[in-house]
């Protein structure tokens, strides 16, 4: 079976958002670990300018980094990094940072480079895309959201710059939009079409609404553990949607919990 898995091209999603602290790293994480519960094999790529927030989610200190891969000439297999329940990461590093300066070559040339992933991976999560070409490269991206008065605004503005960045494709393209830190299913759908009433108005997107991560104490009680909250607490209200958003991105039939 796993012969049959590895003709089919991996998934690949961006994790991206508006702004930073809205939890990337967190709903990036506890996809990953919920997909690997599945079966899935599943790798991460840390690409948020080497703020480094998932190989601290994963208490794992990688030998090597992706600018390692870009710079020094090491290889793919060698910078991939495991982290807990199998699941593989590539840490972006402080080098990184070069990302957001480099030019339209080098961009494809990573880019070429990550599609190795999908011979060893049945799904790869981008975690904010550097720059719009990751997330132009990604038929898949996710946008995480946040009540705060300003989020939906900043995710507009994302979707604005994403629209107008020259080779994307707003007929191929999906945006997913889980908003996060909800006080119940009720605000997050409200949410949702807020954003959703003005990107149809003014952009050529399609966006989806794939589901709520309730407001969870446990969530930050995990993250005091660096851990990350589908393992410390596996029967937690967020635990619960993340595996119930990971089983509808998987196409599996589910009841979605209450999250109130």
């Known amino acids: 079976q796993k012969e049959e898995q590895a003709k089919e091209a991996a998934r690949v999603f961006a994790v991206t958002s508006g ?13 990953a670990i919920q997909f690997a519960r599945m079966g899935k094999s599943v790798v991460i790529l840390d690409a948020d300018l080497g703020l480094a927030n998932v190989e601290v989610m994963f208490g794992v200190i990688p030998k090597y980094n992706l600018s390692d891969l870009l ?8 910078i991939i990094c495991e982290g807990p329940e199998g699941i593989q990461f590539i840490s972006g590093g402080s080098g990184i940072a070069n990302l957001a300066n480099f030019d339209k070559e080098q961009v494809k040339r990573l880019i070429n480079k990550m599609t190795e992933l999908e011979k060893i991976a049945d799904i790869v999560i981008i975690y904010k895309g550097a720059g719009m070409e990751f997330l132009i490269s990604s038929p898949e991206t996710i946008l995480v959201t946040t009540p705060e008065p300003t989020s939906v605004t900043d995710s507009y503005a994302l979707l604005k710059a994403l629209s107008m960045t020259e080779g994307f494709q707003g007929k191929n393209t999906t945006v997913k939009m889980i908003a ?12 949702y079409e807020k954003l959703s009433m003005v990107v149809s108005k003014f952009l050529n997107i399609n966006i989806e609404f794939l589901g709520v991560i309730p407001q969870d104490s446990y969530i930050t009680k995990a993250i005091m553990k660096q851990k990350p909250v589908s393992i410390m607490y596996p029967n937690a209200a967020a635990s619960k949607q993340f595996e119930a958003i990971a089983k509808k991105m998987s196409g ?3 009841d979605f919990p209450d999250s109130r």
Do not use: F, H
């Open 19 to 31: 702004k930073g602290g809205v939890g990337k790293s967190s709903v990036s994480v506890n996809l």
């Open 71 to 78: 710079y020094n000439g090491r290889e793919l297999k060698e």
């Open 180 to 191: 996060n830190r909800v006080s119940d299913a009720g605000e997050g759908k409200n949410l």
């Open 252 to 254: 599996t039939p589910q």
